[in-house]
């Protein structure tokens, strides 16, 4: 198997002619922004570990450019498109710039939300340039629909980037650090400015790194029941979790006592309790058949 060639890569004036040609401009709807810069999705690649054996599914490929940076280094990888013509596109432009490699890349024209399966072998990384509005979603989406996935790193904006990677007593720690911290340990990765991009964005970016963890949270309680606990605390985040849990457990007599039971201060806040903190409430409260799930609570707030 011949290696790519250097310009396999898309740069600026490739993106543009592509982005002409089909017609497309990118869309705020979509968070699309556009990465114009071969040594930022090869700098991506390194980040993420990205190894020969490796089959990487890559969320959102836009118009490939870190598509064929994966297709550099990994055995195979799959891409979730939504956009129609975007979709369309894409295999005609691994087979211009990398035909050797072609036959490694699969598409899956789909709404990544409601992806279930994959075409091939079952992934082992994922690496995406994530949408900014619907980052969060996704990411949790396909880290709880893959369980081989090892290895994840993620683009997104630079502030979501912070509340995923928050430690427990962080001002941002929250939602999406609790739910990403119970699929993985995660942290912080680097940076991206924005000139890598076509259309700049207004806001900074920055990487997220996400090793799935060796062994799952030790609880009795379903993720669903933890889930639950970690959506009403953070409902009302000012409030002590005597008070923002009493509508989950029924009363604030109720969490007072699932919180003591699992060895928190009902005088505490969500914001410093960890991921395991939170599955040891949920575990108490369905022992004693206290806990009710919130309703309209989100997944990914």
Not at 127 to 147: E, G, Q, R, S, W
Request: no cysteine; aromatic share 4%.
């Amino acid at each position: 198997m011949s290696s790519p060639t250097p310009d396999s890569l898309l740069g600026p004036a490739d993106i543009r002619e592509l982005a002409a040609a089909l017609g497309v401009r990118p869309t705020k709807q979509r968070g699309q922004n556009f990465v114009i810069d071969a040594n930022t999705v090869r700098r991506i690649v390194r980040t993420a570990e990205v190894r020969p054996d490796d089959v990487v599914v890559e969320v959102g490929p836009g118009l490939g450019s870190l598509t064929l940076a994966l297709l550099e280094t990994a055995d195979r990888v799959t891409a979730v498109e939504i956009d129609d013509v975007l979709a369309a596109a894409l295999p005609a432009t691994i087979a211009a710039r990398m035909p050797d490699r072609a036959d490694r890349f699969a598409l899956v024209h789909s709404d990544a939300m409601h992806v279930t399966e994959l075409p091939g072998p079952a992934p082992t990384a994922l690496v995406a340039n994530l949408p900014y509005n619907v980052a969060v979603p996704v990411l949790l989406h396909m880290l709880d629909t893959f369980p081989s996935i090892e290895r994840t790193l993620v683009m997104v904006q630079a502030e979501v980037a912070d509340r995923l990677a928050a430690a427990p007593g962080n001002k941002v720690y929250g939602v999406p650090s609790v739910k990403a911290n119970w699929y993985a340990d995660v942290k912080r990765a680097g940076a991206i400015g924005r000139n890598v991009f076509w259309p700049a964005p207004n806001v900074d970016s920055g990487l997220v790194s996400l090793v799935r963890r060796a062994e799952p949270i030790k609880t009795t309680a379903s993720k669903a029941e933890v889930f639950a606990v970690v959506d009403a605390a953070f409902a009302q985040r000012r409030k002590t979790l005597r008070a923002a849990l009493a509508g989950w457990a029924g009363s604030a007599a109720a969490a007072e006592a699932a919180l003591v039971a699992a060895g928190v201060s009902p005088q505490a806040r969500g914001e410093s309790l960890t991921v395991e903190e939170f599955a040891r409430i949920a575990e108490a409260a369905s022992s004693r058949g206290a806990a009710r799930a919130p309703r309209n609570q989100e997944s990914g707030k």
